[in-house]
Every structure is written in structure tokens, then in C-alpha cells.
């Protein structure tokens, strides 16, 4: 019997990534066509954007509980969320959550001290970057957080919510991203973080001049072993 993984959705196209994984990657453990029982609740994006818009973390976790309570009635063992952003709410959450959580940072992180990495450059919104999300995880074990420069995180967080998650995959900022990897290199990274659900859907091991670090699929991936033992 493998345990029922809840979904707390926020944005589709990193929710979409997420679930996909956790299906495909199923059947390599399970075997051809089976993967978990897997239940997804999703709020409007806009309210979770209202309460980020306005410094509410309290209102980001109150949704976030809301998806989780809802998860936990259909029969949810656990919930994860594809989502770095809305993790600043996570101890809010953690301690009134009707299940255990999985936390994104922490599959980042098992991730990145198994291969050694001690620099990590972190992309995502710009309320992800200015927040304790990943330096409170990753600084724990001796591992460096790098942002990038402040005009540059301005742009790479407007790629995300005005492209990415409206499912537009733009050359231009393709290589925009490209380019502020590049710039981590250059400033002693070991590895990128792409702390943005939607940042796999354009940056890949093949375009990027750093190993990566998918929070998307990582999370998915310490979910299906959750699910299976």
C-alpha cells in the first residue's frame, strides 16, 4: 500500500510540472502505469497574490491550511506544495496542519549535500529571494545562499509572474535566465537553485552553465519516496 500525497496547488504550471512527475516517475517504482493516490486542491492564484501583495504571511498560511484541511478529508496522508514562494507561511502552517508536511527547501537541500555543493545561487520571485525560505534551511548545513543583484531579481520575478505562469515561454527571457546563471558562475556558485516552480519549464540541465537544482521535481521525487515506504 502506498500512502495518498495531497497536492496544495497555487500556480498551475509548477503544480502541473509536480503532479506530472509524481505520475511518470511513479511508474519506475511501481511499475508501468501506477503511481500513488494523489488528491490536488487549488485556491484562486489571486488571493494567494493579494496576501503576498500586502506582507499577509498569516493569510498566505491560512489558504495554504485551508487546501491542507480539505486534502486531509479526502483521505491525504500528507500534504507537499509546489510552491517556494508561499513557504515563507510554512511554520505557521506546519504547527496547525492536520498532517505532516513536506517542506520544498528541505528536498533542495538533501539534494544539493549529497552532491557536496557548499555555493548555491537561488532564482525565483522576488519575494522568494528576499526571504529566510532557503538561507534558513541551507545555512543550517554549512551551505552558502548567492541572489543575484538587485535590478536583475526584479526582472527574473517579472518573467515569472507575468510570463511563466501564464504559460509564456519567452527567447528573450530564456536567455535572460541564461544569462543570470551565468553571472552566479562567474561569483564561485557550485549549483542554481531554480526556486521557482516554473523556472524548470525553461531552464535545464542542457541550457544552464551550473547544475540546477529543480525544487519542482525534487519535491515530487521526496514525495513518491514518502508515498512508497
Given at each position: 500500500m502506498t500512502k495518498h500525497i495531497g497536492i496544495v496547488a497555487c500556480s498551475v504550471e509548477g503544480t502541473s510540472l509536480c503532479y506530472r512527475t509524481i505520475c511518470v516517475e511513479g511508474a519506475e517504482l511501481l511499475g508501468p502505469h501506477a503511481h500513488p493516490e494523489i488528491s490536488m486542491h487549488t485556491p484562486s492564484l489571486s488571493e494567494y497574490l493579494t496576501c503576498l501583495d500586502n506582507g499577509d504571511m498569516n493569510g498566505v498560511g491560512d489558504l495554504m491550511l485551508d487546501s491542507a484541511e480539505k486534502l486531509a478529508q479526502v483521505g491525504a496522508d500528507f500534504p507537499i506544495c509546489p510552491d517556494n514562494t508561499i513557504h515563507q507561511a510554512f511554520d505557521y502552517v506546519a504547527e496547525r496542519s492536520p498532517r505532516p508536511w513536506l517542506h520544498i527547501a528541505d528536498a533542495v537541500q538533501n539534494e544539493a549535500s549529497r552532491h557536496g555543493y557548499m555555493k548555491l545561487g537561488l532564482l525565483g520571485t522576488t519575494w522568494l529571494m528576499a526571504s529566510s525560505v532557503y538561507p534558513g534551511k541551507l545555512n543550517?548545513?554549512?551551505?552558502?545562499?548567492?541572489?543575484?543583484?538587485?535590478?536583475?531579481?526584479?526582472?527574473?520575478?517579472?518573467?515569472?509572474?507575468?510570463?511563466?505562469?501564464?504559460?509564456?515561454?519567452?527567447?528573450?527571457?530564456?536567455?535572460?535566465?541564461?544569462?543570470?546563471?551565468?553571472?552566479?558562475?562567474?561569483?564561485?556558485?557550485?549549483?542554481?537553485?531554480l526556486g521557482c516552480t516554473e523556472i524548470p519549464l525553461i531552464i535545464d540541465e542542457a541550457n544552464s552553465s551550473l547544475p540546477i537544482l529543480d525544487s519542482t521535481r525534487l519535491l515530487a521525487r521526496a514525495a513518491l519516496q514518502k508515498a512508497v515506504t
Open positions: 543550517q548545513h554549512g551551505i552558502e545562499v548567492e541572489l543575484p543583484p538587485a535590478e536583475q531579481r526584479v526582472q527574473l520575478g517579472r518573467i515569472i509572474m507575468d510570463e511563466l505562469v501564464n504559460s509564456k515561454f519567452l527567447p528573450t527571457s530564456i536567455e535572460y535566465y541564461r544569462s543570470a546563471i551565468d553571472d552566479l558562475k562567474q561569483r564561485g556558485c557550485d549549483a542554481v537553485i
